[in-house]
């Protein structure tokens, strides 16, 4: 069964010691601090949490460290993309099992530097939504992959994958193209996750249904996130 990924998500840094080693104490402190503000979800290893950047070997370590640690208390979305196509679905028939055991879904970025047209963006998340044992929340930063996935893309991979892909986190900071796939995908069960932190309010009022946040790392304060829940849900129904 598909488990719903909405609410606050943190997208968690990956802290290293000044030797360029996984900080294992403050990684403690840091899950500990989400679980106290009670986060809705938490995001391992995405972009924030600079899996680019990390060997297979340390990103193994984070993984289990995190899953052991949080120990089912809130679900788990594990950053998997890439820009090579074969390489990403190679990696999630690796993990497929861990996917299955510790994971609720997988956070996939569009493909960085290569600046595929959108039917390239199609195929891309489509041969990664046949590929995954979990389902799949599609991620859209144009102002770091170089390329933009527009709205009837995400619709048409919501579409043709209505059990597999369940959500996107959009940080294109185009509230247009958001409200665009909000409005086409209301009344399904397709997520719209605001990606920056700034555009959580407008977005919340248009119908969002949660934010992958960053700037939780450091301020995780649920009480605030219920508040701003409320009251964009408020103004949602005056308006109508």
Known sequence: ??????????ALVTPFTETGKVDEAALRRLLDRQIAAKVDFLVVLGTTGEAATMTPREQQYVRQFIVKHIAGRVPLVLGVGGNCTQEVVE???LLREELKRDY?????????????QQEGLYRHFAAIAEASPIPVILYNVPGRTGVNMLPETVLRLAAAYP???????EASGNIEQIRTILREARGSEFVVLSGDDGLTAPLMLDGAHGLISVLSNALCKYKAWQQITCVCRWFRQARH
């Open 91 to 93: 990696r999630l028939g």
């Open 1 to 10: 069964m598909k488990q719903i990924i909405q609410g606050l998500g943190t």
């Open 163 to 169: 059990h597999q892909i369940i959500g996107v986190k």
């Open 104 to 116: 609720a879904a997988i956070l996939s970025v569009c493909p960085y530097y290569n600046k595929p």
